[in-house]
């Protein structure tokens, strides 16, 4: 059983929709990630929190918005999205402080129609 | 620029044989390194790290890498692979306290 957990695991939405992924970390870290995995693609790094507050926005499209309430959760809100953002999501989380082990959720997986 | 190459995209190999998965870093990548594995449907798991000490370092079910600072390698090599072992490796290595630089992945086929 991994200690971050994202749901939902699978997740279809239109170009118009307004979705959001949840990750938990039960792990006690203070830093939470969201990559994104495509097809043949390296995984990307989009955001990263350390003590709730953002440290990293790599370029992401403000179709993507963040949302870090606590340590423990991270939120990744979806709006209007296009049909190449249909990709594998993954949370992962840290502690933030040194070089350090990163752990992953199982990743959630989202298709734009 | 930072980066960490992983140049085979695919490796077939047979049950019961060896295989070295390879991963190359840039001098600018800090040298912690690590490996993950990431099975079909899931996320990664970390198969196996370096941080400092021994260069050489072991995960539970066989695998090992060794740190090579002169070739700024850190290839993953298994003598007996299984069936089991079908999934696809990740090299990444640290620049910093949350920049993670990942490879792009090599998928280990193991055929019977």
């Known amino acids: 059983e991994t200690g971050v957990t994202q749901t939902p695991r699978h997740l279809v939405m239109g170009m118009t929709n307004k979705k959001s992924l949840k990750c938990e970390q039960h792990l006690g870290h203070n830093a939470m990630y969201w990559y994104k995995q495509s097809a043949k693609k390296p995984l990307e790094l989009m955001f990263v929190?350390?003590?709730?507050?953002q440290t990293e926005n790599n370029s992401v499209p403000s179709r993507f918005s963040p949302e870090c309430p606590n340590s423990s959760h991270l939120f990744l809100h979806l709006h209007t999205l296009q049909p190449e953002d249909s990709a594998l999501y993954l949370c992962?989380?840290?502690w933030g402080q040194g070089p350090d082990t990163i752990y992953f959720g199982e990743g959630s997986w989202l298709t734009v129609v | 620029a930072q980066s960490v190459t992983q140049l085979d995209s695919q490796v077939p190999v047979f049950e019961e044989a060896p295989v070295e998965l390879r991963c190359n870093y840039s001098?600018?990548?800090?040298?912690?390194l690590f490996w993950y594995v990431q099975y079909p449907n899931q996320g990664l798991q970390l198969l196996l790290k370096y941080l400092s000490g021994s260069t050489l370092v072991e995960s539970i079910n066989g695998f090992e890498a060794e740190f090579n600072k002169s070739q700024t390698s850190f290839h993953l090599r298994k003598p007996s692979v299984h069936i089991s072992d079908t999934a696809e490796y990740f090299c990444?290595?640290?620049?910093?306290?949350?920049?993670?630089?990942f490879g792009t992945g090599t998928r280990l086929k193991v055929l019977a």
């Open positions: 992962a989380s840290s």
């Open positions: 990444a290595g640290t620049s910093g306290t949350y920049k993670y630089i």
């Open positions: 001098s600018s990548v800090s040298v912690y």
């Open positions: 929190y350390n003590f709730k507050e």
